[in-house]
C-alpha cells in the first residue's frame, strides 16, 4: 500500500509545472492538495517501522525460553552425557533411548527449593513433632485402614515378624495411608538433583546418592517394563504409600497381592508386605520389645553423653549403661534380659526437659526407615494409639 500512495505522489509531482499550466486551480488548493498527499504517506512509514519493532521484540522474549531450554536440556550435559555411557557400559542401556529420555525430563525449581535445608529456628520439640502425626485423623484413618487391610496385616506379621501396628504407624506417618504420596515425577526430580543439586557443603556427595538413585530408577522401569516417567513421588524422589526411595523399591519392595508386579502407587497391599520386608531385613527381631523410659544422671562428668549418637544400633548392656549414668524406669513394664542390648535415645522438647529412653534393635530398626529418632518414637506413638482406638 504505502509503494501505491508514494507512486501515486511521484506521478502527481513529477508532472507538477505542466499540471498547473493546464489544470487551472488555485494554488493555494494545489499547495494544500501536496501537503496531505504528504502527510497520508507518513502512517504507512510509521507502521511500517512499527511492524519492524515487533519482530525485534518478540526475537528477545524468545531468547530467555531458550536460554531456559538449554539449561533444562539434560540430553546435552557432558556430566548426563558421561552418566549416559555409566548406563551402557554397565547394564546395557541404548545410549541413543536414553538421550531421548533425558530429553524429556525437566529442571525443577520447587524441588531445589524444597531439598534445601530449612533455615536455623528454634530448638527441636518432640511434643510439637508428635502433635503432627498422633492427632485424631490419622488415628481415625489408620483405623479405617487397618479394618480394611486386617488379613494382609496379619499375613506380613506372620511371614516376617512385625506387628500390624508398627506397619499402620509408617503408612500413616509417611503419606497419611496413600493420601499424600507425592505428584513429582520422579525422573524430574531424581535428574534435577542428581545433576543440578543446589550449593552447599555436601554437594557433591548429595549428588553422587542422587545418581545413583536414578540409576535404580531406570533398572526398576526397565524391569517393570515401565516407562520410567510414569513413576511419581515426593520432591526427594520417594515413591508409593511407604515413601521407598528407587534403591530401596529393588531391595525391599515384595508383590504381596502376589499379582505378578511390584506397585507401591496403587497397590497396599504391595506397601504393607515392603514395609514389612524393609523391617526385617534391618534387624527387626520377632516378639523384641521396643524401648524402655531411661533417667540419666546430672552428673557433668557421667559418660553417658559420649554414647549419644554413636549409631543407629543397639549396642550397649544394661550393666554398660548403669555404669555410664543410666539406668530404666524403676517399675520397667516389660522384664529385660541381661543380654539385651540397648541404645540411648533422646528426645529434646524445646524448653522442657529432654526425654531419654532405652531403644532396642526394633526401635532402630524403624530409625533406620528414616533416619531420626522423633519419627520412630512418632511411629510407635501412632501404631499403638490406632490399635488403642480400633479396641475399643
Known sequence: MFYTCGRLSYLIFSDFPARLMTIRLPFHFLSRFCLILLLFSLPFEANAHARKSPAKKIKVQQSAPAAE???????????????????????????????????????SE?????????????????????QRFVEPTRINAGVAFWNEYASALAQAETRYGVPAEIIVGILGVE???????????????????????????????????????????????????????????SFAGA???????????????????????????NSPVDAIGS??????KHGWQSGLPLVFPANVSTDEQSRWRAMLGRSLEAQYSLAEFNDA??????SPAVSTPSELRFGLVDLQNGEQATQYWLGTANFFAIAKYNRSFFYAMSV?????????????
Open 380 to 392: 510407635i506413638d501412632l501404631g499403638q494409639a490406632v490399635r488403642q482406638q480400633r479396641t475399643r
Open 239 to 265: 515413591i508409593g504409600w511407604p515413601q521407598f526411595m528407587p534403591g530401596s523399591v529393588r531391595r525391599y519392595a515384595v508383590d504381596f497381592d502376589f499379582d505378578g508386579k511390584i506397585d507401591l502407587l
Open 110 to 130: 520447587s524441588v531445589v527449593r524444597l531439598i534445601n535445608p530449612p533455615p536455623p529456628s528454634k530448638a527441636k520439640n518432640w511434643t510439637l513433632y508428635r
Open 175 to 233: 503419606t497419611l495411608y496413600g493420601k499424600m504420596t507425592g505428584k513429582i515425577r520422579v525422573m524430574d526430580a531424581l535428574t534435577t538433583l542428581a545433576f543440578a543439586y543446589p550449593p552447599t557443603a555436601n554437594r557433591e556427595e548429595r549428588m553422587r546418592y542422587f545418581r545413583g538413585e536414578l540409576e535404580e530408577t531406570l533398572l526398576f522401569a526397565r524391569d517393570s517394563d515401565i516407562d520410567p516417567f510414569s513413576l511419581s513421588g
Open 69 to 107: 531450554a538449554e539449561f533444562t536440556n539434560f540430553g546435552q550435559w557432558r556430566a548426563v552425557a558421561e552418566f549416559i555411557d555409566l548406563m551402557s557400559e554397565r547394564h546395557g542401556f541404548n545410549r541413543e533411548a536414553l538421550q531421548m529420555q533425558f530429553g524429556r525430563a525437566n529442571f
Open 325 to 330: 549414668g543410666v539406668s530404666l524406669d524403676p
Open 275 to 280: 514395609v514389612a520386608n524393609f523391617l526385617a
